[in-house]
């Protein structure tokens, strides 16, 4: 099976990448043979099996030919659209986030619309399409049923991507799957422009030796999960079959809630107080309005029951991540 | 102050420029001194302080030219954005739902957010937002809180409005105002492409001796305002100023939970036994899919704390319809 990923270039999208092509991926009774990366830059994963095709996302002209010229073929079955704009980015250009995270995603279902097969359609949606006017404790999961009233438009972009791809299913333009991703840590790399950014860096830096700042207080409780659960649970989600998952396509991804005190206890048990003593306290207004205004939990016992899989603590994500990133 | 009005020509738009032009509509502390409707048709109302723009607003060069060009000028104080591809019929044709519905409404938007001042947007949204996957009875009013899971594309292109005008309204680009529609019964006139016409035909032609088909089965409970109470809500709506409102700018308008046996029921009370004989149930499968889907009520306690009304009783909603349609 062909299948295609956007945002292949990035850190999750490579992931994404080097695991559908494992052995262990089974799609509808089939092997992964090869993948088309659609991002702004090559996709790093060193595959022959992988053709990256390069170009912007905002610009639907590409996105058309990328995909409806070149990319969509007969042995496709299944596209995941991981590109965006992400939160911060959208914070401060609307009109780019409106262009990438919206209109790229409407264009790319219209593409599948038009495709002679039914694809299933993969989008990574966020705990962001949520905001504080929940009418309860920030500290308590966030059921299923209760609506988005995001306080960003990154959140309101993928509140209204995950509307699309619903709509779209019901239809049968696309068999669709939209993952409530929490905040993932430990991010390799640089910061980036995501408003969580700060999540993986006072981890990350101090694990290297070097101080990071928290711009959020230290009782801010996050829904975190690590890159590994992620990934394994969007080929999760593109492996399963519509029946289970029902009628409505959102899925509030498993996460753990952790305060980013309980985050820097974990730190200290895995590398000491020294690397704890790196991480310094800058309160940031604007990062604090979007990332508190995000919920500390949600409830993820629908996806639990289809096997879908959280990290068993936060120590262990700090373990995943220098096996993973520090080690090679 | 200068209101513009989208779907002017309309039913309901009609009569909420009747509403905005009487004396007892104060706006900021300001009379409305002149309207512009934006409409295929011309605005039926017979006031030389309507102006009529007539035009496609699923051509987003009309809308533009007819807002930037014409309508906005410097004593514009609020967008009345009630144009729409109803039910059915964007279920019959999703390009055009997904036209007027979702692109027209954003082009509205980013025409106020071009204007000088910030103005009020009022956005006519519907209980259509949600879908039967509320893990709850339908008889039970939906909380505030539920989010919209719809079972059609008008209620997907709907809620994706409502996250669009609230994010704009958070940024300030507008100061918006959503307000969820009940089912408008009596509705005067002929049968729509609405799913739920059937609810005024099943009154209102045996009011005029004329036989009814009624599409759904008798126990079914709807949520329903009369076109007074609703055109009433409309104007609270847009002349509340935003601090009660709050952060979050959706609002349930109230209504009244009545069955369709109870709706027979009334129109027996007021018209006699005859009246009744004159419906005939014949189920339509595609009807009932999209009017069973939505709930039989919405809290709207926040809502009426705030100063907006519901009908008394189902009575009253076939005597106000007698008054203000069958004796004029």
Redesign the interface.
Known sequence: MHVIVTGGAGFLGARLIQKLLSEETVLEGQAVTRVTSIDLAPCPVADDRVESLTGDIADSGFIKSALIEEALAEDTGAVCHLAAVVSSQAEAD?DLGMRVNLDATRTLLEACRAHSKRLRFLFASSLAVF?P???QSRSQPVPE???????S?YG?QK??GE??I??YS??GFVDGRVCRLPTIVVRPGKPNQAASSFASSIIREPLSGIEAVCPVAGELPLWLSSPRAVVANLVHALALSGEPL???RTLNLPGITVTVNEMLDALERVAGPSARQLVRFEPDAAIDAIVASWPGGLDAARPLALGFQADADFDAIIHAYREDELTS
Do not use: C
Request: glycine share 16%; charged share 20%; hydrophobic share 40%.
């Open positions: 609307f905001g006017g929940l009418s049923a209760i609506g988005p009233q995001p306080r438009s309101a509140a209204m509307l699309l619903n709509d019901r239809r029902g009628d409505w």
